[in-house]
């Protein structure tokens, strides 16, 4: 079975500051990871993926993204906050080889300062 | 361009009725979900299908039904057997079945239901 936890439900960052979005996983096989964003009465848009080759995944729109197996996380993060980035911001686990598909958080509500 | 279409953007329904929702892809993809979305519950899957004239339940599929008779169709009945209808109902498709690796998915831009 998998499961995926979004650490926090909201997150308020200064406009040019750095973002941190927390996400643990737990999975029993290999898994994929993925961060989706939705902007409001939006579909999702996939910003990374993580898929067992390197373990710091680059995105869209500067975002990245680390897998720790240690520590079960993949976090997302961005150096410089702009007030586009405010959305809302989906973790998402897949187990490759598994037959439980998406497993989704339950999102991260990200609040930009000006 | 390719993409995912979900019509109506927005659709209102009075109790007792049903509803039909549109969702159309051109991705030639294989897979197709139906996820709903209530605020701070983040996507409960309801429907999916691997191919054509198959589907399976997901974690919520009482109270609606769907079918897929064409590749890339994947239209979802909510009936007035569901409870609680009104929510935000995404569709998303994904170039490999479900138990494939990857499983990345692409979404559609969502319908918005409410129920008077």
């Known amino acids: 079975a998998q499961s995926v936890t979004q650490l926090d439900s909201h997150v308020s960052v200064s406009e040019g500051t750095p973002v941190l979005l927390r996400c643990n996983y737990s999975?029993?096989?290999?898994?994929?990871l993925f961060w989706y964003v939705q902007h409001p009465n939006k579909g999702l848009q996939l910003l990374l993926k993580?898929?067992?080759?390197?373990?710091l995944v680059k995105g869209i729109n500067g975002f990245e993204a680390e897998f720790k197996k240690s520590e079960t996380s993949f976090h997302l993060t961005k150096p410089s906050a702009h007030m586009s980035d405010a959305a809302e911001y989906f973790c998402?686990?897949?187990?490759?080889?598994?037959?439980?598909?998406?497993?989704f958080g339950k999102g991260t509500h990200l609040i930009i300062q000006p | 361009d390719g993409g995912i279409t979900q019509s109506p953007k927005y659709l209102f329904r009075k109790e007792g009725q049903n509803v039909t929702l549109s969702c159309e892809q051109n991705l030639n993809h294989d897979a197709m979900y139906w996820y709903r979305q209530d605020p701070g519950q983040g996507l409960r899957l309801i429907y999916y299908?691997?191919?054509?004239?198959?589907?399976q339940k997901g974690d919520i599929a009482e109270g609606y039904s769907v079918s897929r008779e064409k590749k890339e169709s994947f239209p979802l009945t909510v009936t007035s057997a569901q409870k609680n209808p009104t929510a935000f109902y995404l569709c998303?498709?994904?170039?490999?079945?479900?138990?494939?690796?990857?499983?990345?998915?692409?979404f559609g831009p969502g319908t918005r239901l409410t129920v008077l």
């Open positions: 299908s691997q191919i054509v004239n198959d589907f």
């Open positions: 998402v686990v897949s187990e490759i080889g598994g037959a439980d598909g998406l497993t």
């Open positions: 993580y898929t067992s080759a390197a373990t």
């Open positions: 998303a498709s994904s170039p490999r079945g479900v138990q494939r690796v990857y499983n990345e998915q692409f």
């Open positions: 999975s029993s096989y290999s898994p994929s």
